[in-house]
């Protein structure tokens, strides 16, 4: 990797930790503390968000026909989620010691926490729950997949990737054959960043 390359990857993780810092200080603006991963909100707080709520009556009446009729489509999706979380928990769990890489903590990627909103009515705390899960557990296999992928073929490639995961920066360039036979093994070996 360029000394340029390895400049930018760094601002891009000083980046990413101001950015959680200023999500983090919405704490102190809602009123809110987190507490053994219960989220406590102050009392006057608390009421004005439950008079935001929306009655499950209302929602249902107010909700566009199509919404409802899609939902289904939505919530079918559920059994391949719970498989692959299955399938993939599974796999890191036998593999990853085999392969000396470090397990993914699943609670650092699904994340269940909005369901302590007052403002929020069962059907949404429900909606906001599987939302939660989905995408949680789409960063978790990605996470999962990247670390394999780093142990398997760290190799970048030469199109184009709309996002990067994690890991890719650790990655060998493309068509740098030489670079990959005598690092392979580092770069297999390299997570010590976790």
Not at 121 to 139: D, P
Request: glycine share 2%; with cysteine; charged share 25%.
């Amino acid at each position: 990797m360029t000394a340029q390359l390895e400049i930018l990857l760094e601002k891009i993780k000083q980046l990413e930790n101001e950015l959680i810092e200023e999500l983090q200080k919405q704490e102190a603006e809602f009123l809110f503390k987190i507490s053994e991963q219960r989220i406590y909100f102050e009392k006057n707080v608390l009421i004005r968000h439950k008079e935001y709520a929306k009655r499950l009556l209302s929602y249902l009446r107010d909700a566009p026909l199509l919404h409802i009729v899609s939902a289904p489509f939505i919530w079918m999706c559920i059994i391949p989620s719970l498989f692959l979380d299955a399938v993939v928990s599974l796999y890191q769990w036998v593999c990853f010691p085999i392969y000396h890489i470090p397990k993914v903590k699943r609670r650092d990627y699904i994340v269940f926490d909005r369901r302590y909103l007052a403002y929020l009515n069962l059907i949404e705390k429900i909606n906001c729950a599987y939302c939660s899960y989905f995408v949680g557990l789409i960063a978790y296999v990605q996470e999962i997949a990247a670390r394999t992928e780093q142990f398997w073929c760290p190799i970048k490639h030469a199109r184009h990737l709309k996002t990067l995961h994690s890991r890719y920066q650790k990655f060998v360039a493309y068509g740098d054959a030489e670079k990959y036979r005598t690092n392979i093994e580092l770069v297999r070996r390299d997570f010590n960043d976790l």
